[in-house]
């Protein structure tokens, strides 16, 4: 078993950051990928950023040039660092990790930014 705790969600104001953290606990051999999905109201998850275990980043192109991602391959962690928040990046952020070809998921952390 694989659990993925997420923190770091809150509210901002537009233009503002938020971190988001994640650590990765339980019977883990070798993490492929992992990364951020997230999930406004009414739409579909979708890709905000992972990081491969060749050190590889993919991000959206939504958040190109405002979002980082960072591994700790460690300590089986993975942060984003969120820069100049727009409204439209509201969402609940999704936590997750590949590993022997099953992907894992976090509950989820609540993003809100204010106009």
């Known amino acids: 078993q694989v659990q993925l705790v997420e923190s770091g969600g809150g509210l901002v104001q537009a233009g503002g950051s938020l971190r988001l953290s994640c650590a990765a606990s339980?019977?883990?051999?070798?993490?492929?990928?992992m990364g951020w999905y997230r999930q406004a109201p009414g739409k579909q998850r979708e890709l905000v950023a992972l990081g491969t275990s060749a050190g590889i980043t993919n991000y959206a192109d939504s958040v190109k040039g405002r979002f980082t991602i960072s591994r700790d391959n460690a300590r089986n962690t993975v942060a984003l660092q969120m820069n100049s928040l727009k409204p439209e990046d509201t969402a609940v952020y999704f936590c997750f990790l590949n590993t022997v070809g099953i992907n894992y998921w976090g509950k989820g952390t609540l993003v809100t930014v204010s106009s």
């Open positions: 339980g019977t883990i051999f070798s993490i492929n990928h």
